[in-house]
């Protein structure tokens, strides 16, 4: 297998990251299938034919050897943080220690990834994180994420400056809403898919096939120009405005 690209996938155990470890295994790559659940990760890597690795991203020690163990496969051409929690506070009301764990898990879970991904990967390689529409688009109750999520589209400037000297890309990808088992339970609130869908110009949801679509193709050649970006996949929903998840929340459990 030493002549193998590898590419590994962070929170691949559902949802987006999934549907990106499936994606590149189709496309050739030996995926290395990282997620902080042990059963899941075995699960989807003996479905793409890829190695499971039980990885914590707020964990230094585990993510380090997540990539000792991918480079001991073969070359590491390839990465995808796809790791993120959330939670829904006012800011007056917010709990400092559920702030930080949103960061600690969004940010810091990033910039660990991006630190030992870094140097990991080859020379040439390209790394993608996945940020969110609330990088750029704030919402209600939601500080902790958009701060993290905005703090991700720095983050990816400043390392693709300094590892583009190695020809090595760093992109994100910010989708909008893409119903997941992250997300589904959210969605089954009265009145949040519709908020969602009035404020898509595209009226409709994404598909984790889509955000996959595009992380492969920032992770191969044909992307090759493209290094510090954060791109928007959200059907347009960042021309319109974010739903008031706080309210309709609040009315939902009153």
Known sequence: MADTNVSVVIGAGSGIGRAIATSLAAAGAHVVVADREPDTAAVVAADVGGTAVTADVTDEAQVEALFATAVGLGPVTGVVNSAGVSTLSAVVDHDVADFRRVVDTCLTGSLIVLKHGGRAIADGGALVTIASLNARQPGTGMAAYC????????????????????????????????????????????????????????????????????????????????????????????????????????????
């Open 147 to 254: 701060s993290a999520k905005a703090g991700v589209a720095m983050l990816t400037e400043v390392a693709a400056l300094e590892l583009a000297p190695r020809g090595i890309r760093v992109n994100a990808v910010s989708p909008g809403l893409v119903v997941t088992p992250l997300t589904q339970p959210a969605m089954d609130i009265p009145g949040i898919r519709e908020s969602y869908l009035e404020n898509t110009p595209l009226a409709r949801s994404g598909e984790p096939e889509e955000i996959a679509a595009l992380v492969r193709f920032l992770l191969s050649d044909d992307a090759r120009w493209i290094t510090g970006d954060n791109i928007d996949i959200n059907g347009g929903a960042h021309l319109a405005r974010y739903p008031d998840l706080l309210r309709l929340v609040t009315k939902a459990f009153a």
